[in-house]
């Protein structure tokens, strides 16, 4: 079975018509998984006996036409959103050895339509990186080109659907977590508005800006996947109540829709790599044909890096404040208390990890709070206000999503604000809010994958939806690493 030829939409039409079984497909994954992640890494967790298990009962619930919107399909989970009875470690050696107690909203919402969990993918520990090399573990590597990184904090998310170990994934996106690694691996990847789906059973890095999103092979999957994922949950305060729309059925009615499109010029003025803005630049001349292309300024967007690594590392100071070996995970060997915690998140974090807390905890701390938090807040307001006005006059906006394609593995590991800078075209969408979806546009000369970002108002992700349908169609690329066809 050529994996390479399934998006989760066709094998589904597949697997209702008997071409084969789930179980065929499950082993198949697995078998993927076997000859592909020992170079890749993108597992933390493979999950093979209960897929293998659930594939048969979903064959057994084909059989007497019990249905489910993802009977029997595959699908990854990054290792910082909780399946119960499974580990969720983070990437971190503090959890090392926790096993969920229960599920995250979206787990039972994929598992109550027939998904099959077959692993836990690797991130960057506690999801704070843009890399994958902060893992607790090992790092993940680009399957494009195994010396590159996969991208972050969802790297392994992206690195396995890239590479067809399984069907899809779901990663989470506090400040590019899941657009960057989609970008880097060739893949689509989304953060919906913030509230769309539920971040009950996610493990907070900072609340105010993460959100759950899929991560799939192709834009029509983001729709399907992103439906049944997304819709209140009174289970998370800030999960909002709306009218969810289909998502599928509107991307396809839209298919030829005309729309009015910002250019942000802080955006294309900045530093990018030469050959990521020839390549949009030779598809924003494409989408003239249909579409009004107009500049557009946010004017506050040099602020938002250094907002984000004040607001970010503050919430997540206070997140993280709970491991301290009493509740969680590992628990150090000491004499009191007090050199139990010490010994215990000494241990148990590692360095970016720790870098948050002591950024955090400063720009927390008495006296400094006015200067550098509230300072923050304010700022990200200004960001926001521009994505406000500009979506006055625009229907969505494009942008790189990345300034370079995939670098090195230990190219900016020991420089903390290079790497944060890889993701200066995606934090702005976390600080204000609104959905952006990574969709490929083509490959680098090196033959590394490139990737446009559509950004939209909050709560109109099907519009970003729309739009990256349209360039998908346009492009008609299929983008399939080497190291694939080759095993
Ligand atoms: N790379 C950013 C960070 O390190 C964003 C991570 C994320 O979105 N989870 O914080």
Not at 445 to 455: C, D, E
Request: hydrophobic share 40%; net charge neutral.
């Amino acid at each position: 079975m050529d994996l390479t030829e399934f998006n989760i939409v066709k094998t589904l039409e597949l697997l209702e018509k008997r071409k084969f079984s789930s179980e065929e497909l499950v082993k198949e994954s697995l078998n993927y998984i076997k000859s592909l992640d020992p170079k890749i890494k993108a597992f933390l967790y493979v999950n093979e006996e209960l897929a293998l298990t659930l594939a048969k009962q979903a064959d057994e619930k084909r059989k007497k036409r019990e249905g489910g919107k993802l009977l029997g399909i595959p699908i990854s989970i990054k290792d910082n959103i909780c399946i119960k009875g499974l580990p969720t470690t983070c990437a971190s050696k503090i959890l090392q050895n926790f096993i969920a107690p229960y599920s995250a909203e979206v787990c039972e919402r994929l598992s109550r339509e027939g998904a099959i969990f077959i692993g836990k993918t690797n991130m960057d520990e506690f999801a704070m990186g843009s890399s994958t090399e902060n893992s607790g573990f090992f790092p993940t590597h680009n399957p494009w080109d195994l010396e590159r990184v996969p991208g972050g904090s969802s790297g392994g998310s992206a690195a396995a659907v890239a590479s067809r170990m399984g069907l899809g994934s779901l990663g989470s996106d506090t400040g590019g977590s899941i657009r960057q690694p989609a970008a880097f691996c060739g893949v689509v990847g989304m953060k919906p508005t913030y509230g769309l789906v539920s971040r009950f059973g996610l493990v907070a890095f900072a609340s105010s800006l993460d959100q759950i999103g899929p991560i799939a092979t192709t834009v029509e999957d983001t729709a399907y996947l992103l439906q049944i994922i997304a819709g209140y949950d009174p289970k998370d305060s800030t999960s909002a109540p709306i009218e969810i729309p289909d998502y599928v059925k509107f991307i396809k009615e839209n298919e030829k829709t005309s729309y009015k499109i910002g250019l942000p010029k802080e955006y294309f003025e900045s530093e990018i790599d030469l050959e990521i803005t020839k390549i949009l630049m030779e598809l924003i001349e494409k989408l003239k044909k249909r579409h009004k292309i107009i500049e557009i300024s946010l004017p506050h967007t040099e602020y938002a890096v250094a907002t984000y690594y004040i607001i970010a590392p503050a919430e997540a100071s206070s997140n993280l404040a709970r491991y301290d070996g009493v509740k969680y995970g590992f628990r150090a060997e000491a004499k009191n208390l007090i050199e139990m915690y010490k010994k215990t998140r000494a241990y148990g974090f590692g360095k970016e990890v720790k870098r948050r807390i002591m950024l955090g905890t400063y720009a927390l701390s008495a006296g400094y709070y006015d200067a550098f938090y509230l300072k923050a807040s304010k700022v990200r307001t200004l960001i926001l206000q521009d994505f406000l006005n500009a979506f006055k006059e625009i229907d969505l906006i494009l942008t790189p999503v990345t300034p370079t394609p995939p670098f090195k593995i230990g190219e900016k590991i020991f420089d903390p604000l290079q790497m944060y800078l890889s993701d200066i075209f995606t934090i702005p969408v976390n600080l204000a809010g609104v959905p952006g979806i990574s969709v490929p546009v083509g490959l680098t000369s090196n033959n590394l994958p490139v990737g446009i970002q559509v950004i939209g108002p909050h709560f109109k992700d099907e519009l970003v939806l729309s739009l990256a349908y349209q360039i998908e169609k346009e492009l008609d690329l299929k983008l399939i690493p080497p190291i694939v066809n080759k095993s």
